[in-house]
């Protein structure tokens, strides 16, 4: 089938044609860049123009995710997660059950944030 999904927020293997199947993993990657973008107030973890973006994670170009204000939720725990989430290697990827009890989203769970 044809790759889906919006450019600079693919996991990097999706940017590879050699790669004919992909795992739920692919999936694991833009939840981690989507936990940086919110979580920053809107910014991108891999940069603010969707060329650089697509370049930067297609090319398994590192992020520094403290770069990022993450203003209160700056904690060793969310970089943590973010970036074991934003692996370039989908095996690495943790899966969304280890997501879920991770230590930051039992904290935040514990308050009341996600309603």
């Given amino acids: 089938s044809k790759i889906a999904g ?7 293997e999706m940017h590879h044609k050699e790669t004919e199947r992909f795992s739920y993993l692919v999936d694991i990657f833009p939840l981690g860049l989507i936990f ?5 107030g809107g910014l991108h973890p891999y940069g603010s123009s969707t060329i ?6 297609a090319n398994n170009l590192p992020m520094t995710l403290t ?9 060793d725990q969310i970089f943590d997660l973010i970036n074991s989430m934003l692996n370039p290697q989908p095996k690495e990827r943790p899966s969304a059950a280890s997501i879920l009890q ?6 935040v769970k514990q308050c009341d944030v996600l309603v």
Avoid: C, N, Q, V
């Fill in 6 to 12: 919006s450019e600079g927020w693919m996991a990097p």
């Fill in 102 to 107: 991770h230590p930051f989203l039992k904290r």
């Fill in 67 to 75: 770069e990022l204000d993450l203003g209160e939720y700056a904690t």
């Fill in 52 to 57: 650089d973006r697509i370049k930067r994670i």
């Fill in 36 to 40: 940086g973008y919110t979580l920053s």
